[in-house]
C-alpha cells in the first residue's frame, strides 16, 4: 500500500526517497523496512531499548549514510528536537513517508511533527474499536506506556479531523490498524471515499494477534 501511494505522488512530484519512522519496533516487521531495501534513506525512533538494543547488535551500528536510529520516547518536549534531527540527516522537509506509531500519545504530537517536517504521505495507528464518526483520542499522558489492551490512541475519525484541510485519508488497512493519509495538493492521482466507506474495523487475526482486551479505561476518560 506504502509503495502503490508513493508511486501515485510520483507522478505528481519528484520523491525525495526518504522516511521517517516514530515506533520503528526491533526492525523485523514496521512500515518502512521495505523502504530501505528500495534505496529510501530514513530514520527510525523507538522507545525500547531492547528493540533498539537489537537494532545495533543486528546492523552493527545505529547510524549509516542510509539510517539513523535513535531511542527515545516522543512527548511535547522531545517530538521537535527529534524531527529536527531526523530532517537535518535526511537534508530536507520534503519527506516522502511519515510513519507514526507509539501506542498513545499519537494525536497529541503529530501536530508537532508538521511544524517541521511537509510529508507527502503519513501512516498513523488508528484505534479500529471506534468507528466513524465516533470520535475518541487519549487524554494526553507523557508517562504512557500500553497496556496491551483497547485504551490507546485515537479513532479514525479523530485523525480525519486533525488532518482536514491538509491530509486527506486515502486508505486503511484490512486488518483496522493503519490508516494512510495523502497531502491535499497531491491528490489527483487518487480517488477520494468517504471516512465510513474507507474505514476497516480491527481484523488482528490477520496479523496473528487474537485481539486487545477490554477496559473501562475509555469511559473513565469520558466522565472525569
Given at each position: 500500500m506504502i509503495r502503490a501511494c508513493l508511486e501515485r505522488i510520483?507522478?505528481?512530484?519528484?520523491?525525495?526517497?526518504?522516511?521517517?519512522?516514530?515506533?520503528?519496533?526491533?526492525?523485523?516487521e514496521n512500515n518502512t523496512h521495505q523502504l530501505l531495501l528500495d534505496g529510501f534513506?530514513?530514520?527510525?525512533?523507538?522507545?525500547?531499548?531492547s528493540n533498539i538494543g537489537f537494532i545495533a547488535e543486528?546492523?552493527?551500528s545505529l547510524t549509516n549514510k542510509a539510517l539513523l536510529v535513535t531511542e527515545a520516547f516522543a512527548t511535547l518536549t522531545s517530538t521537535g528536537p527529534l524531527i529536527d534531527e531526523f530532517s537535518d540527516f535526511l537534508g530536507t522537509q520534503d519527506i516522502d513517508f511519515f510513519s507514526f506509531d507509539i501506542d498513545g500519545n499519537d494525536l497529541h504530537l503529530m501536530p508537532i511533527a508538521l511544524n517541521s517536517i511537509t510529508p507527502k504521505l503519513i501512516c498513523v495507528e488508528y484505534n479500529g474499536k471506534f468507528p466513524p464518526p465516533t470520535r475518541?483520542?487519549?487524554?494526553y499522558a507523557e508517562q504512557h506506556r500500553w497496556a496491551e489492551d483497547d485504551?490507546?490512541?485515537?479513532?479514525l475519525q479523530a485523525w480525519v479531523d486533525l488532518f482536514a484541510g491538509k491530509y486527506t485519508l486515502v486508505s486503511c488497512n484490512l486488518s483496522g490498524v493503519n490508516a494512510f493519509f495523502v497531502r491535499n495538493d497531491l491528490l489527483g492521482p487518487f480517488t477520494i471515499y468517504s471516512t465510513a466507506?474507507?474505514?476497516?474495523p480491527c481484523r488482528y487475526?490477520?496479523?496473528?494477534?487474537?485481539?486487545?482486551?477490554?477496559?473501562l479505561k475509555w469511559l473513565k476518560q469520558m466522565l472525569s
Open positions: 510520483a507522478t505528481m512530484v519528484p520523491l525525495s526517497n526518504t522516511f521517517i519512522e516514530i515506533g520503528c519496533g526491533n526492525g523485523l534513506r530514513g530514520a527510525w525512533l523507538d522507545g525500547s531499548a543486528q546492523l552493527g475518541m483520542a487519549m487524554s485504551y490507546y490512541g485515537a479513532s466507506r474507507l474505514y476497516q487475526w490477520l496479523v496473528g494477534n487474537n485481539g486487545h482486551r477490554a477496559s
